[in-house]
Structures are given as C-alpha cells and as structure tokens.
C-alpha cells in the first residue's frame, strides 16, 4: 500500500511524525439516488489530503468488517451500505474520520494530519529527558502502570514480549528466582551478557543468589527485590550510543527505571491496590504407564508355578505389564500393580500470590513527597516454597531557589524465601520422576502435608527412592534486607 511519492507523504510512511487537527470531509453527490432506511446502497470516493490523494488508507463500515482500501488514486467502493451507518476513513499519521451516509453515492473525505505525538518525551541515560523524534538510536519506552498487569515477583517478566529484541529467560525454581534477560543476543563470550539496570541514577547488577552443592537453589537476584508499583516507567536503551554515558559496564544494555513522585499544585492523594491470582501445573513430561519397574518384562515363578509377585528394584520401567492385580515391594508393603498416571504433577500445589500496595502523595508549589508500602507474599507450586516482600519508599523534593532545587529518596526491602525447587541432578523432583521413581508410585498415599504426617509409615523405610516427606526434607531459606537512596 504506497501513496503518491511526495515528501511529506515519505515521512508520514515512515512513521516518524504523526499529527492531529480537525479534519473534514466534503460531499460531492453525482446525481439523485432515493434510498430506504432498509436498503444497502454503493457508495464510491476518494481519500485525499493537502498534497493529494491518499493510497492505502482504511475505509471500513464501522462495527463491521465491511470495508476496503483505497487504491494508487486514493479511490475505493464500497457495497452494501446501509443508510445511517457510520463510514470510518483511517491511515497511519493522520486523525481518523468518521461520516455519516445518509443515501450520497460518492464521497470526498479530506484527512488531517495528527500532531498529537509530537511533544512525545522519554526518559534516557543519567535520567535525562528527551524529544523521542530526536534521538538517533533505539530506546523502548514502557510505563509502569502497563508493567503491572503481568503481576510478578521479578519485574524482567514484565518485559516479556513488549520490546523487540529483548530475549528474557524465565528461571523455574519458584517465583522468586532469577530471570536472565539479553537485549540483542550475547555481546561477549562472558558468562554475563545481561545489561545493566539504573533505578534513579542507582546501579544494580542482575547477578544471581544461589546456594551450593548437590541441592543447589536459585533464590533470584537483585531485581526481584524492587516494587513494580513504584515504577513510573521503564526505558530499556540499545546500542552503544545510547549507553555510552554509563560506559563499558553498560555494553550489554541498560534498562532505566524511573520511580513515581509526587507531582506539584496535587495536593494530597491516596491510592490502593490488591492483586491475588493462583497457578497450578498444566502439563508434565509424557510417561509410559504400561510396564512397571524392573528389567525382567515377566514375573518369576515359585518353586509351584506361581507368579512371585514380589519387586524388589524401583529404577527402569522395563518390568512386567501392569494388570492391577495385587503386589509386594520386598516382601513389606503390599498395594495393587497399577500406574499412577499423574504421579509427577500430583506432587505440586496450587500456587497463591498477594501483592497489597497503599501509597500517600502530594506536593506544593515548591514541594512534593511520595510514600509507599507494599507486601506481596507467594506460595510457590513447590509445596514448601513460600516468600514474603515488604518495601518500603519515601522520596521528596524541594526548590530552594529557580535554579536550585533538592531531592531524596530512600528504600527498603525486607525479603525472606525458603525453599525454592531444587534444580540439580537427583535433587530434582522431576529428575527423580523420570529416572527413579516407579509407575506405580502413588505420590498422593505417601505425601506428606507439612508436619502432618498423611501415613505413619514412611515410604524411606520401604522403597530406595527419595520420599515425598515435605516435613522431613531439608529446609534452606534466603533472607536479604536491602536499602538504597539517592541524593
């Protein structure tokens, strides 16, 4: 779709400029047709603007999907239309027009240009504001209030898919572990490729919390400790040029994070909100559940031709074909030779998130002050994976004089989470579902429910392989208290 080669036209087709005004649409009847009020009719017409006609531009019959595009000469036709209905006229850098047809067989819309964007501004490096049309390299804008509704822990997930060429990497120990996010794939043969984050002039690395050894956990990283509700936008900046004032450390990228203040001549303001939302795991990885374990296909016999109906090994599943007849493991726990085809999911929970926020703010003609306090608490689907967040922020700010002013700002998180999933080798629940535990495993018979044992027999004194016992595994917890403030 092309118009006219003209150079305003170029821009426009560019998207670079878009501009607003009135616009007007002019009626030029050829001559008489009587229409009913029931009857569709052919209307004809051409798009223009000052330069001339308009190719490519949308007309379509409103709250319908009776519609067309104009061609080369800006003419289109559209069938079918009925009297009184709305005919909507739109392309890109221009005000969409709207006409009423009351029975003219021809039209003549006439669009204006939209000059609406043009006092557009973003946030960029040290925090500086800039004419978007001005800059000569890439930056994404997001607000915060659009951040919000992903409602999550870190607020990199937020990101996920709303700016091109960000690739954000989720991590699955829990809610509160840690996301890797890249801005235009590696930049280095490193072991970090994320980019930088600024939070009002603050420097924070996006490293990783773990724990070490076997049962290695993710307890996230420094940005999950921040409070989405505080963010008034979110700039992420590409390319050398945009981030050359914060220098090398900056090669990877920078995402800018300006905070929300209280605003001047407001006075005071109070604001709430409560989000809560549960999940639950939808999909597990595919199991055969038509041998059992072993790595003999048939039962032995006893010394009178019975089957032994005995196992005594739980690793493999190259066993004999389950026919829900009774069975023993090692001549102690007696149960039916039968798959548990959700064995694996029937180990997780539910999951619960609340994220409760209150702020207070207000400002005069020289001053102005923000406080806000939120908690956000998650129970993970791992059934002893729990954390709470509160934060807490303050900032003011002050004109001393016209040309001197002060600012301040303080926060505090206090962060504590137990027990994220573990992720390596067999301390991995699904590692250990894939590769140890039997088919015949019933996780809902052993389970147990956080010091309520659910059978007194424990399965660690019956089969030799890791138990369901939420109670008796080792509990590992993160506790961090952060603060920051800038001057």
């Keep these: ?201 603050i420097i924070i690395d996006n490293d990783l919390t773990k724990t070490g050894g076997k049962e290695e956990r993710d307890f996230g990283n420094d940005i999950k400790n921040l409070n989405p509700d505080d963010f008034e936008s979110v700039s992420v900046l590409k390319g050398a040029a945009a981030t050359a004032l914060y220098g090398s450390r900056a090669s990877n990228g920078v995402v800018l994070i300006t905070t929300k203040k209280g605003q001047k001549g407001e006075g005071l303001g109070i604001s709430f909100s409560h989000t809560q939302q549960w999940e639950k795991v939808y999909s597990t990885p595919s199991f055969q559940n038509e041998f059992g374990s072993g790595m003999n296909p048939v039962w032995d016999l006893n010394s009178d031709g019975s089957e032994n109906r005995n196992i005594t090994s739980t690793s493999r599943s190259w066993g004999p074909r389950f026919d829900g007849l009774p069975f023993t493991y090692n001549n102690t726990f007696e149960g039916i030779y039968q798959p548990y085809k959700n064995n694996l999911k029937d180990m997780y929970r539910t999951g619960r998130s609340n994220n ?19 908690n956000r608490s998650e129970d993970g689907i791992w059934p002893v994976n729990t954390m709470d967040r509160n934060s807490l922020s303050i900032n003011a700010s002050h ?67 890791p138990p369901i016992c939420l109670a008796c595994m080792k509990t590992i917890r993160s506790k961090r208290k952060i603060t920051t403030g800038p001057i």
Excluded at 356 to 374: C, E, H, L, M, P
Aim: glycine letters at 10%; aromatic letters at 6%.
């Design 1 to 201: 779709m092309l118009k006219k080669l003209k150079p305003i036209s170029l821009i426009l087709m560019a998207g670079a400029l878009s501009f607003s005004d009135s616009v007007c649409a002019e009626t030029a009847p050829i001559g008489q047709m009587s229409l009913s009020t029931q009857q569709a009719g052919k209307v004809t017409g051409i798009v223009e603007d000052e330069l001339g006609s308009v190719a490519g531009a949308s007309v379509v019959v409103k709250g319908t999907t009776n519609g067309t595009i104009t061609d080369m000469n800006g003419q289109f036709t559209l069938e079918g239309v009925t009297n009184g209905a709305v005919i909507q006229v739109s392309f890109i850098g221009y005000a969409t027009q709207e006409v009423k047809y009351t029975g003219q067989p021809s039209l003549v819309v006439k669009l204006q240009e939209d000059t609406q964007a043009l006092s557009e501004v973003v946030v960029t490096a040290l925090g500086m504001t800039r004419d978007k049309k001005a800059l000569g390299y890439a930056i994404t804008e997001l607000k915060g209030d659009d951040l919000l509704k992903s409602n999550v822990v870190n607020p990199v997930n937020a990101l996920q898919g709303k700016v091109a060429g960000v690739q954000i990497n989720m991590g699955i120990g829990g809610p509160q572990t840690s996301q890797r996010i890249l801005i235009r794939g590696n930049t280095s043969i490193s072991n970090n490729n994320q980019p930088i984050f600024v939070i009002d002039g």
């Design 399 to 465: 004109d001393i004089s016209k040309i001197v002013s002060v600012e301040a700002g303080f926060a505090y998180t206090n962060l504590k989470s137990k027990d994220p999933i573990p992720q390596r080798g067999d301390a991995s629940p699904v590692y250990d579902y894939v590769f140890r535990v039997p088919r015949f495993y019933d996780t809902n018979y052993w389970k147990i429910i956080i010091g309520v044992p659910h059978r007194t027999d424990t399965i660690t004194r019956i089969l030799s392989i």
């Design 356 to 374: 409760t926020n209150v702020a207070i703010s207000g400002g005069t003609d020289k001053s102005t002050f923000r406080f806000s306090f939120s």
